[in-house]
């Protein structure tokens, strides 16, 4: 074992227990009637969310002082080859509405690269988690995507079938949504980790954050698939998002293209 698998396993554990307690911390708020303001983009937060964060950060900070920490409520700090993203609550719109598809996100990036991804669902307690060469695992359990091979057995997560045209993408999502087998809603992170567990065979978002996606790559590879843009290039940083299968994907672009 190198001196890097032992680091990206400390990476792994720090980053999917420090997941865990931040979620925890958001169950305290779920289902109690916790009031959403309005951010400048139209999107939710909520005091959880913003709890969340800080437990996050107070942790990167004393374990790793010298890793900067990329955040959706509180931004940069920082600078560095190490970089810590966090979404407190991906999904604030299904936890302010009591819906416990909500999650935790943390991705550590080194040197341009995502080796390090956590996502935990507090109100389910589950747990997908993953680091470069270590494997994926939900709930401490190897996870792989599915062997499904044909779109027309396919299942098909999205969060909001509307951002799909007002993102140009809503000839695409015809295509594909009448290609496969069945439509599932509410995705979020939630259709992401659906695929790198075997569940669904695809989820597509139209319009995405860094911090939306920041575990994810190491997830699908880890798994097994492929997360990356519409045009099948892998990255994070596209502020659009795909996660199928190798065998699916070729096919999922030629939709695309129309």
Same mark, same amino acid.
């Not at 680091?7 to 999917?16: H, I, V």
């Not at 599932?184 to 939630?190: I, P, R, V």
């Not at 996606?213 to 492929?226: H, T, V």
């Given at each position: ?134 494997? /994926? ?42 290609? /496969? ?11 992401? /980790? ?18 939306? /996606? ?45």
């Amino acid at each position: 074992m190198t001196v890097n698998d032992r680091s990206l396993q400390s990476y792994l554990a720090f980053a999917t227990e420090t997941a865990y307690l931040a979620g925890r911390l958001t169950l305290g708020y779920f289902q109690t009637g916790t009031a959403a303001e309005f951010k400048s983009d139209n999107t939710p937060v909520t005091v959880a969310d913003k709890k969340a964060e800080e437990l996050i950060r107070q942790r990167i900070e004393k374990k790793y002082p010298e890793h900067a920490i990329v955040g959706e409520e509180y931004g940069q700090s920082g600078q560095g080859s190490h970089r810590w993203f966090i979404d407190p609550i991906d999904g604030t719109k299904s936890f302010v509405r009591g819906v416990p598809l909500y999650s935790v996100l943390i991705g550590l990036e080194i040197d341009g690269n995502v080796e390090v991804g956590a996502v935990y669902f507090p109100a389910l307690d589950e747990m997908v988690a993953a680091a470069t060469g270590q494997g /994926c695992w939900f709930n401490g359990r190897r996870s792989f995507v599915s062997t499904v091979d044909r779109l027309d057995k396919a299942v098909v997560a999205f969060t909001d079938p509307g951002s799909f045209a007002e993102y140009g993408r809503g000839d695409a999502w015809e295509r594909i949504q009448r290609a /496969c087998y069945f439509r599932a809603g509410w995705g979020d992170a939630y259709g992401h /980790c659906l695929v790198a567990t075997g569940r669904v065979e695809l989820m597509l978002d139209a319009v995405v954050n860094d911090w939306d /996606c920041a575990p994810f790559p190491p997830i699908l590879k880890e798994a097994g698939g492929y997360f990356g843009d519409w045009r099948g290039n892998p990255t994070m940083y596209a502020k659009e998002a795909i996660s199928t299968t190798p065998a699916l994907l070729p096919q999922v672009l030629e939709l695309i293209r129309g």
